[in-house]
């Protein structure tokens, strides 16, 4: 392979693919992605394997089912491990300092973007042909053609470059990992759910129903492909199914040219990343580093400034600046008063900045809402607790990582104080930041308290039938208050045990928000999905307690009046039970941190 490339002139991209073989994390995530793949395969295929098992002749023609289930859980694949492996080709080499070099090459700038993104496709087409072992089993069914067949597998390699070039341009433009890993997967989510959400508001009336927009595109005549065409960001995923059967206005169209006008925004969008990655590779190559949170709060002063100078507040100032020096805790007095994020007065106006849209959202959800619709609030909720969660996280596995990163790690364990004395302190901006977290939290929880209070036995008119009880208020509010209490600190005790261990920042903070996905994701894989498919428990079994091993479910069940469901006449018990159970991996988190602080932060132990 080596020998191939260098005839071709291929040097990076021989580079690239001889460090990716020789690390280690390379085929550990290659074995999870196929552990995930079979595993979750297997569980979506188990009544087509058990009816094929009984009747070999009765799974005939199940193919297609199987395929699309296939393809679906490739683009998950696709849209959780490209912008990862991709964000970091440029920023990495912006990191060390080698950008320059290859400059110094022969290479031009289009020839390092298409190495860079080659060696990051052909380790994403690795992955995908693990599933040609399961694309064989679903064919040999039956009811595939192969222009379906051939159609999924153009729209997933179409995915992979669209992504990679996404996370590309990315790359290219951020001047650090962390901030091209955020940006790739922030821009891929308003470029794949955008477009959904249009369609919807579109189509169904549900955003712009009765509006000139709608009206205009219904004068228009506009199918719902046609709609999909018109957005040149949307993905492949949005296309798979229709764009193979050849329905509405292209369907009038050959398969193959109905399939091409359907690609042709995608690809259009590839290629746009692709030219602005070429421009930021040159113009930012040598950007200067900039502090955005530091900026977004020097705005955040402006504004508040400019609206606290009129006639009636007359720039009173509730909370100025300060000039004191440190006493006891120094550690703490700098990250309360010299970091972004610890010092009061910017952690009042970011409240501001997020609780008056939340206050805002809940008052306009408790005119329009109707007690014959899921409350809105729920979705509020989830998006407040994945805002918190990402925040805290980020900040945590950064104290430590990022004292590393900016070689500062050894001044303070140069200084007489001990490593559990050190991280207490340093802990102190972070416990600041989730008290100031908590309040928009508060607010959606009072307001969803309101919302049961006025529509508990509205909302579900048919549970009173069944003997179930009503929406339990208290028992939202006590789940509630528990959450906020035990989640946030042990996500923050949680990342800050991985930033002690993991040497760079980049790294800690991703490995803390792929171990908090992956607490919450993996028991139900690996264990409530194959146990609920073999077993099949019925609704009264205490099966649903294992449920309690992911701790997001107890915020679904919350929110979602699951509890009742699940639980019956258990729902007190399995709120303590579950609390008790995160309240103790809380303090096993804490008590790793404090009592290793010393080997962690890599100073002598005495033995």
Known sequence: MTRLLQQFGLPLLGKELLEQAARKRTYVIRVGYAILLFLAAYMFFYETLRVGSASPLAALGRGRQMLEILVGLQFAGIYLFMPALTCGVIAQEKERASLQLLFLTRLGPWAILFEKLASRMVTMLGFLLLSLPLLAFAYTLGGISPEYLW????????????????????????????????????????????????????????????????????????????????FPLCTPAHFFGSASIGMGRFGLLPHWASLVLRCMPIIFSGVVYLGLARVCLVRRAFAPPRNLVLKFFKKLDSTFHRLNDNRWTRGIVLIGETDSLPELEPIAWRETT???????????????????????????????????NEPLGSYLAFFLWCFSVLVVSVQSASLIAGERSHQTLDVLCATPLSGKEIIRQKFRGVRRVIVALLVPLCTVFIFQCWWKSETSGLRYPNYTAFGWPEVSVPLYCVCSALSAAVYLPMVAWLSLWIGLRVRSQARAITGAVAAIVAWCIGPLLFCIAPIGILVQPSNDSPFGYLLLLSPMMAILLNELDGFREVFRSGQWVAVILNFLLYGGALLLFRNNCLNDADRLLGRAVDR
């Open 151 to 230: 159609t999924g597998v153009g729209l997933l390699l179409l995915t992979v470059f669209q992504l990679g070039a996404l996370s590309l341009f990315c790359s290219a433009y951020c001047r650090t990992t962390v901030s091209a890993f955020v940006m790739s997967y922030l821009l891929l989510a308003v470029t794949s759910l955008g477009p959904a959400l249009l369609l919807v508001g579109f189509l169904q009336g549900g955003i712009f129903g009765g509006t000139a927009i709608e009206q205009f595109v219904i004068s228009l005549g506009l199918f719902e492909e046609e709609v999909q065409f018109i």
């Open 338 to 372: 010299k970091r972004s994020l610890g010092q009061a007065r910017y952690l009042l106006r970011l409240l501001l900045a997020v609780e008056i849209p939340v206050l805002v959202l809940c008052i306009f959800l408790a005119i329009v809402s109707t007690s014959n």
